[in-house]
């Protein structure tokens, strides 16, 4: 089955400043979806995007989707060094399919 | 707190041991998944399990036997285990409608093969 693959694999930053991660993929997606995850710990769905969508918005979040490039950006404004987590992106199947696909995940480190 | 469950959080064994890893979901979801996380790799779906019935096995060796005995309880039975099997080991759930599977995890088990 496809995966996602992060981009950057991992990413330091300072406080304050934005953080953007990528996702590619190969095939048609019914939807992608981000989830965040603190070490050794289980994830956190944050943001869905379906495939019709172009741009979501949640709180700091902003995920962008273009299907004709097969890929998604995840920005986070304005980090705090609570961000600091590894970052995942999946690939939601079709109907009748409830498989989610990972990608190995992008570690942003936001440094106080 | 997702309103998933896992117990317990660690878990050390022997290659000879048995033992069981357990999963609750209070979210009256009516999927349940199986995922294994091992360093520096994808995150692994192992087993999925709809209206407690298995939909999908992913190729996983035959000493993790999986049981959902009722769709908010799920179990991972292990078994002659080897070391490489030391993971991270997370239970999720899901509403399983088209187009919705956004993911519920537990905390995980992290699991030692010793």
């Known amino acids: 089955s496809q995966q996602g693959e992060e981009d950057p694999q991992a990413l330091s930053i300072q406080e304050g400043e934005n953080a953007t991660m990528n996702c590619s993929y190969k095939?048609?997606?019914?939807?992608l979806q981000w989830y965040r995850q603190n070490s050794g710990r289980g994830l956190v769905h944050l943001i869905l995007?379906?495939?019709?969508?172009r741009e979501k918005h949640s709180g700091r979040l902003r995920v962008t989707l273009d299907t004709s490039k097969k890929s998604s950006s995840l920005l986070i404004t304005a980090s705090r060094a609570a961000d600091t987590a590894s970052y995942f992106c999946?690939?939601?199947?079709?109907?009748?399919?409830?498989?989610?696909?990972f990608g190995k995940g992008t570690k942003l480190s936001v440094i106080p | 707190e997702t309103g998933v469950t896992q117990t317990p959080r660690h878990l050390v064994m022997g290659m000879t041991n048995k033992k069981s890893l357990k999963c609750e979901q209070h979210?009256?979801?009516?999927?349940m998944y199986w995922y294994k996380q091992s360093a520096k790799k994808p995150l692994e779906l192992m087993f999925v399990?709809?209206?407690?019935?298995?939909?999908e096995n992913n190729s996983v060796p035959s000493r993790f036997s999986p049981e959902c005995p009722n769709s908010s309880h799920l179990f991972l039975h292990l078994h002659t285990l080897q070391p490489e099997d030391s993971a991270l080991y997370l239970c999720?759930?899901?509403?399983?409608?088209?187009?919705?599977?956004?993911?519920?995890f537990g905390q995980g088990t992290r699991l030692t093969v010793v």
């Open positions: 095939t048609s997606i019914n939807n």
């Open positions: 999720a759930s899901s509403q399983a409608r088209p187009g919705h599977t956004e993911a519920f």
């Open positions: 995007i379906r495939s019709n969508e």
């Open positions: 399990y709809n209206f407690k019935e298995q939909t």
């Open positions: 979210l009256g979801h009516n999927a």
């Open positions: 999946a690939l939601g199947g079709g109907a009748g399919s409830y498989q989610l696909t």
